[in-house]
Nanobody, 117 residues
Framework: VQLVESGGGLVQPGGSLTLSCAASGFTFSRFAMDWSRQAPGKGLEWVSGISSEGNTQYADSMKGRFTISRDIAKNTVYLQMNSLKPEDTATYYC????????????WGQGTQVTVSS
């Protein structure tokens, strides 16, 4: 199993970025996928998730600004982030959810997002 994030970078406040997570080594369509983030000096924060059926969930602070989606044909999950704020600065990780264990079992290496003027 491999999860590879990309798309991070430096963006001005109010700007947008789309993160991608390319999955391989498993049947992507059968698993829920989530995004979490970790800001400097802070703990891990769950951001959003998408089920194998395509149902989505968001942390309250991301609702209306972030959109999670998945492309089964490309084995990729996306996180579109709009109206970015300095407090969104963090390393963003995608990870796979195992429903039978009710836990996350594989994580990507992360991609850095910096929101600054």
């Amino acid at each position: 199993v491999q999860l590879v994030e990309s798309g991070g970078g430096l963006v001005q406040p109010g700007g947008s970025l789309t993160l991608s997570c390319a999955a391989s080594g498993f049947t992507f369509s059968r698993f829920a996928m989530d995004w979490s983030r970790q800001a400097p000096g802070k703990g891990l924060e769950w951001v959003s998730g998408i089920s194998s059926e395509g149902n989505t969930q968001y942390a309250d602070s991301m609702k209306g600004r972030f959109t999670i989606s998945r492309d089964i044909a490309k084995n990729t999950v996306y996180l579109q982030m709009n109206s970015l704020k300095p407090e969104d600065t963090a390393t963003y990780y995608c990870h796979r959810y195992r429903s039978d264990y009710d836990s996350y079992d594989y994580w990507g290496q992360g991609t850095q997002v910096t929101v600054s003027s």
